[in-house]
T-cell receptor, first 113, second 114 residues
Framework: DAGVIQSPRHEVTEMGQEVTLRCKPISGHNSLFWYRQTMMRGLELLIYFNNNVPIDDSGMPEDRFSAKMPNASFSTLKIQPSEPRDSAVYFCASSLRWSAEAFFGQGTRLTVV | EDQVTQSPEALRLQEGESSSLNCSYT??????LFWYRQDPGKGPEFLFTLYSAGEEKEKERLKATLTKKESFLHITAPKPEDSATYLCAVQARNSGGSNYKLTFGKGTLLTVNP
């Protein structure tokens, strides 16, 4: 398996623009996580899906953030409108089940100017 | 609230100089402790899961151990390719239903000089 695939790898956008990050989890994994990594706060869980259903979005910082998982092989994280403080690396991870080890994608480095 | 503290923040070793990284945790009930390795510009790569005090796991030059309050990642005779950030994360037994959640430490940046 190619592992968790994220796109784009890098995104530079202007403040106020909409940003969409994409993730393809490992086939057969039923748990999907979106994380954000910054120097100040480290890795933080944003949202968790189980069997394509959002279970916990308490980590989503504001209503500007939304995530969807329309099927088992695709998820998106959208920020609208984007702000400079959203600049970070966003990771998608998947696991066989919630209790198993998570496998991370390469991440999307987002810069909002 | 679950907390994970890793020390030191950065560690510089000479090739072949063995050492240990520390991960101290506070959690209501530990379900599992995870170690990951992260290279610059890449996502964390899974290394080990430990479930109970006294448990040990090994992989090449790395050995992870677990007590009731902390975990150690021992690196024996490290090589330059072991240079990376090592992350520790805990997963708690949580009756509230959020037992899937991983709480990560800030990591230890390991540099191994040839």
């Amino acid at each position: 398996d190619a592992g968790v695939i994220q796109s784009p790898r890098h995104e530079v956008t202007e403040m106020g623009q909409e940003v969409t990050l994409r993730c393809k989890p490992i086939s057969g994994h039923n748990s999907l996580f979106w994380y954000r990594q910054t120097m100040m706060r480290g890795l933080e869980l944003l949202i968790y899906f189980n069997n394509n259903v959002p279970i916990d979005d308490s980590g989503m910082p504001e209503d500007r953030f939304s995530a969807k998982m329309p099927n088992a092989s695709f998820s998106t994280l959208k920020i609208q409108p984007s702000e400079p403080r959203d600049s970070a690396v966003y990771f998608c991870a998947s696991s066989l089940r919630w209790s198993a080890e998570a496998f991370f994608g390469q991440g999307t480095r987002l810069t909002v100017v | 609230e679950d907390q994970v503290t890793q020390s030191p923040e950065a560690l510089r070793l000479q090739e072949g100089e063995s050492s240990s990284l520390n991960c101290s945790y506070t959690v209501s009930g530990l379900r599992g402790l995870f170690w990951y390795r992260q290279d610059p510009g890449k996502g964390p790569e899974f290394l080990f899961t430990l479930y109970s005090a006294g448990e040990e796991k090994e992989k090449e030059r790395l050995k992870a151990t677990l007590t009731k309050k902390e975990s150690f990642l021992h690196i024996t005779a490290p090589k330059p390719e072991d240079s990376a950030t090592y992350l520790c994360a805990v997963q708690a037994r949580n009756s509230g239903g959020s037992n899937y959640k991983l709480t990560f430490g800030k990591g230890t940046l390991l540099t191994v000089n040839p």
